[in-house]
Structure formats: structure tokens, C-alpha cells
């Protein structure tokens, strides 16, 4: 499966060095913080903390599988895709520093942890709530 990541390797770099490229004092404050709130799940599982807290029964059973989602998903993309495709980073150089991460990652990009783990949860809560889907899927693209 190594081989099939060539080309995605190549348009990660593109998107990264053209993302750099946008001056924006939105995303330099946004997605650093966005990124490290999302490490862990520790976003979503705040946000299933909130549905929870609200103490409908719904709302509960949203939260538990939006988790549940992410939990599977998670796995799915962190140990069996990441290990299986095993994608180097795309380079940062061009990246403004403010927007830069504080760590940088170790795993290998491919596939996305938090994108996996975004949709997910967004998807597994919206199944169960519906009225969830815009919220959290904007905030899962984000």
C-alpha cells in the first residue's frame, strides 16, 4: 500500500505551500489552537461533556456515540492506516511561525488522526441528534 501515497504526498506538499501563501491573522490565531484543542479527542470529548452536562436523555446518547465514533475511528486511522501507509510530513518551511504547531507531530500525516476523529464524532452524534449536524460538522471542518 506504500506505493499509493506518492502522489497524495505530492498534493499535500501543494496544499501546504499554497495554504501558506494566505496571509490571514484569522487562521494564524485559529488553527494552532484549534489543532492542539483537538489532540487527544480532548475537543470533542468536551463538546460530549456539554451535550452530557444538558441532561437530556438525547443529547447523552449523541455524546456517547459521537465518542464511540471516534474511538473507531481513531484507531482505524492512527494505528492500522498510519502504520500501513506510513506518509512523511509535508514540509513546513513556508508555513508562517504563528501558525505553526508549538510540537510538531511524530506520526506519519496520512491519514489524519484529526480528521478522522472529527468526522467521526461529528457523524456519530449527528446520526443520533440530528439538529447536531451543522454545528459540529462546521466545527469537524474547521
Do not use: Y
Not at 40 to 60: P, Q
Not at 71 to 80: E, K, Q, R, T, Y
Not at 120 to 131: D, H, R
Amino acid at each position: 500500500m506504500r506505493h499509493v501515497g506518492r502522489p497524495a504526498t505530492s498534493l499535500d506538499q501543494r496544499l501546504v505551500d499554497r495554504m501558506a501563501t494566505v496571509e490571514s491573522p484569522l487562521l494564524d490565531r485559529v488553527v494552532p489552537r484549534l489543532s492542539e484543542a483537538a489532540n487527544f479527542g480532548r475537543l470533542w470529548l468536551g463538546v460530549a461533556a456539554v451535550l452530557t452536562a444538558t441532561g437530556r436523555r438525547d443529547a447523552g446518547r449523541a455524546a456517547a456515540r459521537g465518542l464511540a465514533s471516534l474511538a473507531l475511528a481513531s484507531l482505524a486511522a492512527n494505528v492500522v492506516a498510519k502504520t500501513a501507509v506510513a506518509r512523511a510530513r509535508p514540509a513546513t518551511g513556508l508555513v508562517p511561525s504563528a501558525r505553526r504547531l508549538r510540537r510538531t507531530p511524530v506520526t506519519t500525516s496520512f491519514p489524519s488522526g484529526h480528521s478522522a476523529s472529527a468526522v467521526a464524532f461529528a457523524c456519530g452524534a449527528s446520526a443520533e441528534l440530528p439538529i447536531l449536524a451543522m454545528p459540529l460538522g462546521a466545527l469537524a471542518a474547521a
